[in-house]
């Protein structure tokens, strides 16, 4: 069967996992319309946004998804509270509010960035959806409860039916690795005037392991201590790999031997004392200062991960001082004011016009320009997005128009969704339908309001689905003109990025403590950049070597 699948274009893994949040989904309605909730399709909603292959990104994602919500919500009403019936305090308050969210959004990393930019789009939900100020607190309170469904279900169902989380791949993928780099090092110290370290090689490699430690740290405390630790290791395996390639050669069969026999101790996955005992013998034999300092912080590092395998502690406490990580203000910046511009002309349209259509346009931007403000290329996902959404908006009034206006029953509309919710998984499986299917399920949900006594007037129900696909169309549209942004952007910002550091670098004399920091964000924005780099095929890794080695010695110099 999987066979055939595979033959059609299906991929089995993905398949099961679409009908089986299709099966939340359906779940979460009938549980919120018990409940008599006004709109238990956004539980589905939340389901289709919160569900992870994996245990550890449910639950993170869940938590997130539900700060984010309350926060976003409680703003949202306080905000129609304060701006009464003046559409154009409504319109600049919210605006700004998306706007510092997006902006907040793409400094932070991982989850947090997510659940900070739903926050954002939470308050559009209820601002933009409420009727008068007396429906105000039915629908905050509706919006809450439904969105909590949502993440109850998807917990419970996730929880049953998803993997452990695949940590050990990782854990085993970075011993591999820092066996393989032990072992060529130890060749190197052998024989250095005839090996080669590859080092550009060896950089592409920890990056790529670094870019799975996001995914890696969720879920509990102790699975970001462990990402934490995992990350030291990789940044000190590249300032020693660097300081190799500054330093002249040092010839030494002793050093050698030490650095083969942890190699072969770490593939064993030996005891902590086995491994880290010869590599604090090699620590004492290496003669070089500036060697011996950055070895010794790999030998540090690699003893705090094996502590923290074998006890679940690490043997320092400066996990948090090692682990700085990049932050992107120019692009968050960007960002905040591209969605101030959308945003502003969309609301100053809508004071002006009074049509309603432009609520519903700007609550699909203001979800459009910041949820996908962090993508490799928004532009390139908003085409995706488009063709996505028309598909949903387009069986939504196919189904408003043939189903529901014949049914008298809240129930039977909904259980006339979920044959389309069900069946959402085979589109998001088809390797040519992927990237638009999540937004297809999104927004055919979205347009789904059940009421009883429902009427369907075309013109309505088209104007309204227009305005919500019109969203990506001019979100498109901004994230070409407005501060371009795709992986060649990324990557030049960047680079200028790391080498405005390296400059300031030399200037002054760092403290222990900003040494470390410096160091630990130095490290990251040169793997941040070699990521991009192998996504944009560059082979040619000078320039990104070049910024490392020559920020290593001015570390050197200020440390």
Known sequence: ????????????????????????????????????????????????????????????KAAYRALGTLLGTMFGMVLVVSAGSEVIWL??????????????????????????????????????????????????????????????TSLVIGWAFTYKRAEQSLINQLRRQTAANLQDISRYFADPDNNDLNLADKLSKLAALESKLLDHGTGSVSAHESAKTLRVVINSQLGFLAELNIQEPEKSQEVSNYLLEASNKLNASAKRTEIVEP???????????????????????????????DSGKTATSTLLSKTILHRDWLGARQAAIRTLVIMGLIGASWWYTGLFQFAYLMLGASVMLTLFSTADNPALTMRYVFFGQCAGALTAVLIQATVWQYQDSILWMLVALMPVI??????????KTANGSMDFNLVFLLLMQPSIGYSFHLGHSASIALAVIAAPLLSLIAYRLIYPTNLKARYQSLLQ????????????????????RRKARFYHRVIKLTQISDKLGIKDKDAILGHLLTGQKRLNSTG
């Open 279 to 309: 590599l604090r013998n090699a620590l004492q034999t290496i003669k070089n200062a500036a060697l011996k300092k950055r070895f010794n912080e790999f030998v540090e590092a690699t003893n705090d991960r094996l502590s923290f395998r």
């Open 497 to 516: 990025t790391l080498t405005e550091e390296i400059d300031q670098l030399n200037k002054t004399k760092l403290t222990e403590s900003q040494y470390k």
């Open 1 to 60: 069967m999987k066979d055939k699948l595979a033959q059609w274009g299906f991929d089995y893994v993905r398949l099961r996992f679409g009908f089986r949040t299709g099966v939340a989904a359906c779940l979460s309605l009938v549980i919120a319309w018990a409940m008599g909730l006004e709109h238990p399709q956004w539980s589905a909603m939340t389901v289709w946004a919160v569900s992870q292959p994996t245990r550890g990104l449910l639950i993170e």
């Open 422 to 431: 069900l069946l959402a998984g085979f589109p998001m499986a088809h390797q």
């Open 91 to 152: 319109v600049a308050g919210l605006t700004l509010w998306v706007s510092l969210c997006v902006y907040t959004g793409n400094l932070l990393h991982g989850l947090i960035s997510y659940g900070t930019i739903l926050a954002g789009y939470s308050a559009s939900m209820v601002v933009l959806l409420t009727q008068s100020s007396d429906a105000l607190m039915p629908l905050g309170i509706d919006r809450l409860l439904t969105v909590f469904v949502g993440i109850m």
